[in-house]
């Protein structure tokens, strides 16, 4: 099981980006895909998840509006699209998997991180 | 997000035990318990622990996860240089329900 992100991402304030999860070794629609995010010199963050089978998103407070979870038709890949970015989005944002079957609860462990993906938003 | 309380540090020497705390409420690790990550520098988090403080697959005996009421406890015995970095408790808050870490303690091993 491995899950695949995207390379480092550079953008000026107000842009936006997208970063992918691609996944691999497993049924990609059976597990859920979360997203946490580590600002420099902080812990980690959840933002919250995506429901793999059928694209509903869960997003954790914090998250709301400008933060968008979405998966691709080729069935092996998820997506975090941060919109209108501002200095402290700069972070390195992971994917992991839900460890729950069938993404049937939130709450189970995540089991699985992907490698990170570094933003860094400056002017 | 309601956090957990991990201490900001530990040093042990090498060949040593270590034991990591992390402290939460009856809303998240007092119900839930606690997983345990390794964040060594330059990698992803690694899972070393389930909240039920079962070990994934290939992750080595010397780590062992164990829980008190609202505090969970890593132990890792036998300390290598590099068992070096940072650990991280998780678990899921029942009242905010959302996933919520500690603040992460850095092992470091002299």
């Known amino acids: 099981v491995q899950l695949v992100q995207s390379e480092s991402e550079l953008r000026q304030p107000g842009a936006s980006v997208k970063v992918s999860c691609q996944t691999f070794g497993y049924v990609f629609s059976s597990f859920a895909i979360h997203w946490v995010r580590q600002a420099p010199g902080h812990g980690l963050e959840w933002m919250g998840r995506l429901n793999t089978y059928n694209g509903s998103p869960t997003y954790a407070p914090g998250f709301t509006g400008r933060f968008v979870f979405s998966l691709d038709n080729s069935g092996i890949t998820t997506y975090l699209e941060i919109s209108t970015l501002r200095p402290d989005d700069t972070a390195v944002y992971y994917c992991v998997r839900e460890g729950a079957f069938g993404n049937s609860n939130i709450s189970a462990d995540m089991d699985v991180w992907g490698q990170g993906t570094t933003v860094s938003v400056f002017s | 997000q309601t956090g957990l309380t991990q201490p900001p540090s530990v040093s042990k020497d090498l060949r040593q035990t270590a034991t990591l705390a992390c402290t939460g409420s009856?809303?998240?690790?007092?119900?839930?318990?606690a997983a345990w990550l390794q964040h060594l520098r330059g990698l992803p988090p690694k899972l070393l622990s389930y909240?039920?403080?079962s070990r994934p697959s290939g992750v080595s005996q010397r780590y062992t996860a164990s829980r008190s009421g609202n505090r969970a406890y890593l132990t890792i015995t036998g300390l290598r240089p590099e068992d070096e970095g940072d650990y991280y408790c998780?678990?899921?808050?029942?009242?905010?329900?959302?996933?919520?870490f500690g603040g992460g303690t850095r092992l470091t091993v002299l």
């Open positions: 998780q678990t899921w808050d029942t009242t905010v329900r959302a996933h919520v």
């Open positions: 909240r039920n403080n």
């Open positions: 009856s809303d998240n690790v007092g119900v839930h318990g």
